[in-house]
């Protein structure tokens, strides 16, 4: 969603470079009209061309960026862990406590920080990561003095 919002913006930018690109080519036109004397063959007149030129190109390429963050760009989403609802039938409310503080942080967590988080001591929150570990809805992995905690896809 957020890509689509950029990319609209980006062309609106772009729309207001093209505007700022007519109303200046329109400008320098009229002030070579009035001074310059030689006529088509001027070389003021192949500067407007020139400047011209790289303004819609500039414009061109600002509108395919736009465009390519509205309908082509895909956001990167985190898959949200899947633990099957027999699972999550079988947990008591201390349980899905735990299990929920989990999935709340992407399914990576200190057991340090769930202690924390939850209000449990740090018996309890062990014992009831051994029953999660038992069930294989986490795992758990040595981080110096903690464990850090990853649910199970």
């Known amino acids: 969603m957020r890509n689509r919002i950029v990319g609209t913006v980006i062309v ?3 729309v207001l470079i093209g505007f700022i690109i007519f109303s200046f080519n329109r400008a320098l036109t009229n002030i070579v009209n009035t001074s310059c004397e030689h006529g088509p063959s001027c070389p003021m007149w192949g500067t407007i061309d020139f400047q011209t ?5 500039i414009m061109a390429f600002v509108v395919i960026v736009g ?7 895909r956001e990167k989403t985190e898959p949200k862990p899947e633990v099957s609802k027999k699972i999550l039938a079988s947990l008591d409310s201390d349980e899905k406590l735990v299990f929920e503080k989990i999935v709340e942080v992407q399914g990576t967590i200190f057991q340090s920080d769930l202690v924390e988080k939850t209000g449990f001591s740090k018996v309890k929150v062990t014992r009831i990561l051994d029953k999660l570990e038992g069930r ?3 795992e758990r992995m040595r981080r110096g003095m903690t464990n850090v905690v990853i649910l199970k896809r």
Not at 53 to 57: C, F, K, T, Y
Request: charged residues 0%; neutral net charge; proline residues 0%.
């Open 136 to 138: 294989g809805v986490i």
């Open 12 to 14: 609106g930018i772009a």
């Open 67 to 73: 465009l390519y963050l509205i309908f082509f760009s």
């Open 53 to 57: 030129n790289v303004g819609i190109a």
